[in-house]
DNA sequence: TCGTTGTCCGTACGGGTGTCCGGGTATTCC
DNA sequence: GGAATACCCGGACACCCGTACGGACAACGA
């Protein structure tokens, strides 16, 4: 960090809503954890992953990259990445890997984070939708 | 797309579950707005920025810095890339620029991305909260 | 009028992220 | 046993994103 600039602002110009903001905000570190869930889902593929889980239970890698039209390694990589933070769980069945969501999957976050929002940005938003 | 490599996984192993997932699944597009939508908010300041302008109301940018204690230069960058995507308005009283969640912002974002998943990530069954 | 304050803008830089590509491992069929 | 299949891994590359910094602008107070 660099103290070549100034504080800034030294006098709140609205003590009161600043006091009040900063009592009831998230700490940085609550805000950096949410911000890493929702990293975790803020790319189509990874997305599109944890739909699909949602709606057909169980795939493998090769199905789930026919699903989905995509790269069978995007399908790897999203599926790393998903597994390394205990998203989405694995079972082995000979030469098959079978994908799905965790146990202990967080349903809000596909509930609200996800359907929710894909009909959020569909129509009301006022996007240009066929 | 490259051909180099052949393409993978010809015939599905469970056809019935593909095709399922396939005619639920959100498209690309969408998915992509999904992820836009998700991206703006998975950033700790930017997030932390929402959560104060919901609580406070309207807070002009240096409160803003003082409130969330980071760097002006962050709130500034911050409210550059929301104001762009139209989550936030401002109105300038003198030389004070004020700023507040849009008019047509989107609440279940808020209610249920951001509020909702720092009480699920603090611990994993307890709410404290609003 | 002149200096100061609050905010915006453009640029350059460091770091993280996704994709491509090679090779590697385990399992099944002949 | 040997070949083929389905999947995993790790390095290399380009790209995007957030930050820092300097300058610019408008608005107040003197």
């Given at each position: 960090m660099r103290n070549d600039r100034p504080q800034p602002h030294q006098h709140p110009v609205?003590?009161?809503?600043?006091?009040?903001?900063?009592?009831?905000?998230?700490?940085?570190?609550?805000?950096?954890?949410?911000?890493?869930?929702?990293?975790?889902?803020?790319?189509?593929t990874r997305s599109r992953v944890l739909y699909a889980l949602d709606v057909a239970e169980e795939l493998c890698v090769g199905d789930l990259a026919l699903a989905l039209e995509v790269n069978e390694d995007a399908v790897g990589?999203?599926?790393r990445v998903l597994r390394t933070a205990g998203l989405?769980?694995?079972?082995?069945?000979?030469?098959?890997?079978?994908?799905?969501?965790?146990?202990?999957?967080?349903?809000?976050?596909?509930?609200?984070?996800?359907?929710?929002?894909v009909a959020l940005t569909r129509s009301p938003a006022a996007d240009d939708a066929p």
């Open positions: 609205d003590a009161e809503r600043v006091a009040r903001a900063r009592e009831r905000l998230p700490s940085r570190d609550d805000a950096a954890a949410v911000a890493g869930v929702l990293t975790l889902i803020s790319d189509p990589y999203a599926l989405v769980a694995n079972r082995r069945e000979g030469r098959v890997v079978y994908y799905r969501l965790a146990p202990d999957f967080p349903e809000p976050l596909l509930d609200h984070c996800l359907w929710r929002l």
